[in-house]
């Protein structure tokens, strides 16, 4: 019953939807706004595709209308030149657009920076002259006649035949998108944006997950392009061209580019906005002159100005927050690799150098981490340590000399190879998704401990295998001691407890080997504490550390042993009051002793 009231304005939304164009005679909408409707809808199709590419995946694509004509002109061709059905269009438009964005994506999707909006530029003008200069679509003049959709023996003739269709497409493509969102592989997407290499370190292969949604963003657009050639009868070039393709971008960050229900609302807004300033000011200036454009622009730029997060996130505040990922107690667990015999050699670096150009960060550094022991990695700032870490971790790749773990070589290995073969990180500085749950970020950890994938996750044939990561995320999370903090927002935590949380994750990959980058960072003296206590504790449990710091006074009660570098060269190894004497690491650190 609960569950019913939470969600009563978006029964309510659905509802008045469906009712609008079967209205009795006093109420009756006209025509003209259920195509309005209509056009809305298809507008909507498009832009949650952008959504879950720009907003959640930060790719910005300016090449969306292209695949809308891909989809249109896949079944204008097919049912007026060969008398196929529809449907049959529809799935060849779906396959044909899947296939040229797979390969446009996995070339486009390398780029980074300003060249990946102009990568789409290029292609999306590219399909747009395609379409007006093959013999075959008719050039400039398109294609006429294509045939009525025939949905269960009802000929879908109108605008308000279609209507129910299009918006069913709409809610369709709403709730697959959320239930993406809200998956494993949907965690692995929302972290691509300004986490991509936190991702590749918990096992992400983020090259192909930004294709697989390209990909799927090209497959929406392509359905509103059959829907819209059925609509409308007919296709030419005009609707698929470069304006269109920025314009569904714009709808996208005007109703709030991160939010999936936001796309319907920038759909509407910018269409009816269009439509009453057509309508208004040639009233106002005159017949001459396309001022509706001027203005358009110009009130563009002010919504932006002042919500630049777009309209939905006010009008989400009228709403009660929908339901959030929760941990299940009774599920059965994830199986956990083998652990090491205490005392085993886990980790060799031997004799490893990187060069930069003519700067070594790294010179021929040696020394090796056993099972069930902390060993500290510590030096001056510049030493070489995170370098060091980095060339452990895949991050970089040495010039020369070899990194072996548990006497297999990993020195050549990705980080996702690496995370792969049981070897858990943390950053640096703190790589979170600030608007996610601490339990959904500790999650992501757990991405290489299951199996589905994108399709299973959009039909939520994925419940059995979430519930067992989610309480294996929780698991991790009550045991570094932040359970209070399971449904918060990652971004609301303290610095000392996002670091804590990093460690929850890392733990999520059940890693064999815990490589730690400076934790005690801009910690406060009870939070370094804290810190120490929990790192003593894994240790007690049998967890193997590697812990890259400079702050000696904190890793001196906690580590086995220490190894110290200075300018990229080791200068000492042994037990940390061994250490501490060393002649040479007193002038590391002290710049000598008398």
């Known amino acids: 019953m609960k569950r019913i009231v939470k969600n009563g304005p978006f029964w309510m939304f659905l509802i008045v939807l469906f009712a609008l164009p079967v209205l009795p005679k006093p109420l009756h909408v006209p ?19 952008l959504v879950l590419l720009t907003g959640i995946g930060g790719m910005t694509s300016f090449g969306q209308a292209a695949f809308v004509g891909i989809g249109a002109y896949a079944t204008a061709y097919l049912t007026t030149q060969f008398g196929v059905s529809p449907w049959l269009g529809l799935i060849a438009g779906v396959l044909l657009t899947a296939l040229i964005a797979w390969v446009l994506g996995a070339v486009t999707m390398r780029l980074s920076g300003h060249f990946l909006p102009l990568g789409t530029i290029a292609w999306g003008l590219a399909l747009f002259f395609l379409f007006g200069n093959l013999e075959l679509l008719g050039k400039y003049d398109g294609i006429n006649g294509i045939p009525v959709l025939n949905l269960l023996g009802i000929d879908l003739e109108t605008g308000r035949h279609i209507y129910y269709l299009i918006w069913i497409v709409v809610l369709g493509a709403v709730v697959s998108v959320q239930n993406l969102l809200n998956s494993r592989p949907g965690r692995a997407i929302r972290a691509l944006r300004g986490s991509g290499s936190m991702a590749e370190a918990m096992g992400v292969d983020t090259g192909w997950m930004r294709v697989v949604i390209f990909v799927y963003a090209a497959v929406l657009a392509a359905i509103s392009g059959f829907l819209y050639a059925h609509l409308q009868r007919a296709v030419n070039p005009t ?64 919504l932006l100005q002042h919500a630049r997060g777009g309209v939905w996130p006010f009008v989400a505040r009228l709403f009660p ?17 083998s652990k090491p015999a205490a005392g085993e050699r886990l980790l060799s670096v031997d004799k ?7 700067l070594v960060a790294v010179n021929d550094v040696s020394f090796d981490v ?30 020369r000399g070899t990194v072996t773990f548990r006497g297999e070589r990993i020195d050549a290995l990705n980080s996702r190879e690496i995370a792969r ?34 399709w299973r996750s959009i039909v939520r044939l994925n419940r059995s295998e979430e519930a067992r990561l989610m309480a294996e995320a929780a698991r991790q999370i009550r045991r570094v ?35 730690l980058d400076e934790p005690a960072a801009g910690l406060r003296y009870q939070e370094k504490q804290q810190l120490a206590a929990l790192l003593r504790r894994l240790r007690e449990e049998g967890m193997s550390i590697l812990l890259v710091e400079h702050d000696m006074d904190f890793v001196m009660n906690l580590t086995d042993r220490l190894v110290v570098m200075e300018f990229g060269t080791r200068i000492a190894e042994g037990l940390p009051h061994e250490v501490q004497r060393d002649p040479a690491v007193l002038e590391a650190y002290l710049g000598g002793v008398e």
Not at 382 to 398: D, E, I, M, R, Y
Not at 484 to 509: P, T
């Open 31 to 49: 025509e003209y706004w259920i195509t309005l409707l209509n056009y809305i809808g298809l507008y909507s199709i498009v832009a949650i595709g």
């Open 239 to 302: 609707p698929f061209g470069l304006n269109h393709g920025i314009e569904y971008l714009f709808m996208a960050v005007v109703g709030g580019v991160s939010h999936v229900w936001g796309a319907v609302l920038g759909a509407a807004i910018l269409t009816l906005l269009q439509d009453y300033l057509q309508t208004l000011l040639p009233k106002l200036l005159g017949e001459n002159g396309n001022f509706e454009m001027i203005v358009f622009g110009i009130l563009m730029v002010l």
């Open 321 to 337: 927050r929908g339901p959030q990922a929760r941990a299940p107690n009774d599920v059965h667990p994830l199986p956990m690799r």
């Open 352 to 358: 490893v150098r990187k060069e930069f150009g003519g």
């Open 370 to 399: 056993k099972s069930g022991h902390i060993i500290g990695l510590i030096g001056p700032n510049g030493a070489g340590k995170s370098t060091t870490f980095n060339l452990v971790t895949g991050v970089l790749q040495p010039t």
């Open 421 to 454: 073969r049981g070897i858990g990180r943390t950053f640096q500085h703190v790589k979170l998704v600030p608007g996610m749950t601490v339990l959904e970020n500790v999650a992501i950890g757990a991405h290489l401990r299951g199996r589905a994938g994108v």
């Open 481 to 515: 001691g932040l359970e209070k903090h399971l449904y918060d927002e990652a971004g609301s935590l303290a610095l000392g407890q996002q670091r804590i949380l990093e460690i929850a994750r890392a733990l999520c990959c059940d890693p064999t080997l815990l490589l």
